[in-house]
């Protein structure tokens, strides 16, 4: 079975500042997705960034980027200029590849990072 | 612009009370997932669904059971509510095709008291 595993129950960060979030995973299959989910305070959980394992190039969208290491089963996320809207707890994600219909598209989760932004 | 809604954003239940929790999603996915919330574990997934009448049970379905009679909505039951099943309940649809997200409810907090 899968497992994720988030190091850093909580970070702070101040405002415009860059913060990198850890996450590292283990599995036993070549093919798979990895996600990093934010849940804003009484807020509903959102996609922010998606990596597939067979690309080599780090996925990047906007402000957030994402560090893949394969070999080492790292997928550490960078949130660069910090904005108070980043205050969130950040999850990290995987999801094998295999396209079985009775195992869905199920996630397993690491236990989160808590993400404080400072004025 | 996609959606999932749960039936309550909070409840609160006594021990040993038949609990239902609802979502609904609008965006025709195949799959229905229901996940448990608590700190430092992350998400855990209960039970998840790919198709209407079909059910898996997750990582943790011990105590509790679901329903899906339509495709956009998914019901988890709590047969009999304990003190160790308060907690938050999130809801999610997605496709099983390709690497698409999946997508969330607001949650349910429930209480056992």
């Known amino acids: 079975a899968q497992t ?4 850093q129950p909580e970070m702070s ?7 990198t979030l850890s996450c590292t995973y283990d599995t036993s299959e070549s093919d798979y997705y990895l996600f990093w989910y ?13 990596q597939e394992a067979y690309k080599q190039q780090n996925a990047t969208e906007n402000r957030f980027s994402v560090n893949f290491q394969k070999a080492a089963k790292s997928f550490s996320l960078k949130i660069s200029d910090s904005q108070l809207g980043d205050a969130a707890m950040y999850f990290c994600a995987y999801r094998s590849a295999l396209m079985i219909k009775a195992a869905g598209n199920k996630l397993t989760f690491g236990g989160g990072t808590r993400v404080l932004v400072k004025p | 612009d996609v ?12 021990t040993g009370e038949k609990v239902f929790l609802e979502c609904v999603q ?70 099983l095709v390709g690497y698409n997200e999946q997508f969330f409810g607001p949650g349910t907090r429930l209480t056992v008291l």
């Open chain 2, 3 to 14: 959606k999932v809604t749960q039936s309550s954003r909070y409840l609160v239940k006594r």
């Open chain 1, 13 to 19: 960060v101040q405002e415009a500042e860059t913060v």
């Open chain 1, 38 to 50: 934010k849940q804003p305070p009484s807020r509903q959980m959102i996609l922010v960034i998606r």
């Open chain 2, 26 to 95: 609008d965006m025709d996915h195949e799959n229905m997932f229901w996940y448990r919330q608590d700190p430092g574990l992350g998400l855990r997934l209960i039970y998840f669904s790919y198709d209407v009448k079909m059910k898996e049970k997750g990582d943790i379905p011990e105590g509790y059971s679901v329903s899906r009679e339509k495709k956009e909505r998914f019901s988890l039951i709590l047969e009999s509510a304990s003190t160790n099943q308060t907690s938050m309940y999130l809801c999610a649809s997605g496709v």
């Open chain 1, 4 to 7: 994720v595993t988030q190091s």
